[in-house]
């Protein structure tokens, strides 16, 4: 016995196919009442069958041909500019320096810069107070609005020739370059120094 595909219940003799905000459904008289779609009768259901029989079935009729969709072709990838990548630059040693002088060189207050690049305001101070550093849309932000160069070329660091093994490449130690910070009593003694 078939059940009511909108209310569940089992239903008496076949139901009706009723159309129900544009689905076809097997619905108990109630529910076909009730909601009051489009009866579907044997004619307007074999309109919904394929006129065309598939190829696995074997027909005898010849498939119309297939419309096909032109796809457009991929654009073009621009080509790579010369010059250095982001990737080879390095954010300078004394950008907060730099930042503020360049800053006050054009007559900006803090709250003005801050609003040309889109930033808020504390978190220029902190940029210029060397407590964080500017991310690259702050860099080019500031960059453009100062007129000024806050990224350098990272150079290449000379290597010592290996005279262990004579096959043996570079080792990623040749390679580092370690800063350490000085201590405070260092700091004072070259401060002295001078």
């Known amino acids: 016995m078939p059940s009511c595909e909108l209310c569940g219940r089992n ?13 076809s459904m097997l619905v108990c008289p109630q529910c076909a009442t009730k909601f009051g779609g489009q009866s ?18 074997g027909s005898s009729q010849k498939a119309p041909p297939i419309q096909t969709r032109r796809v457009s072709k991929p654009k073009p990838k621009p080509k790579a500019r010369s ?5 080879d630059l390095e954010l300078i040693e004394d950008y ?19 609003q040309k690049i889109g930033e808020r305001i504390s978190t220029l101070q902190s940029i210029e107070s060397g407590r964080l550093k500017p991310t690259g849309k702050a860099i080019r932000g500031l960059e453009r609005e100062l007129e000024i160069s806050l990224l350098e070329a990272v150079g290449s660091v000379p290597l010592k020739p290996t005279t262990d093994k004579p096959g043996s490449g570079p080792t990623l130690g040749d390679r580092v370059v370690v800063k350490r910070k ?3 009593k260092a700091r004072q003694d070259d401060t002295q120094a001078k």
């Open 182 to 184: 000085m201590s405070q």
């Open 40 to 57: 579907i009768s044997s004619e307007s259901r074999s309109s919904f069958a394929p006129q065309v029989r598939p190829s696995w079935i």
């Open 96 to 114: 907060a320096k730099v930042i503020r002088v360049a800053r006050q060189k054009k007559n900006l207050s803090q709250e003005e810069l801050a």
């Open 11 to 23: 239903m008496k003799g076949r139901g009706r196919n009723v159309t129900i905000e544009g689905a």
């Open 83 to 87: 010059g250095v990548l982001i990737d």
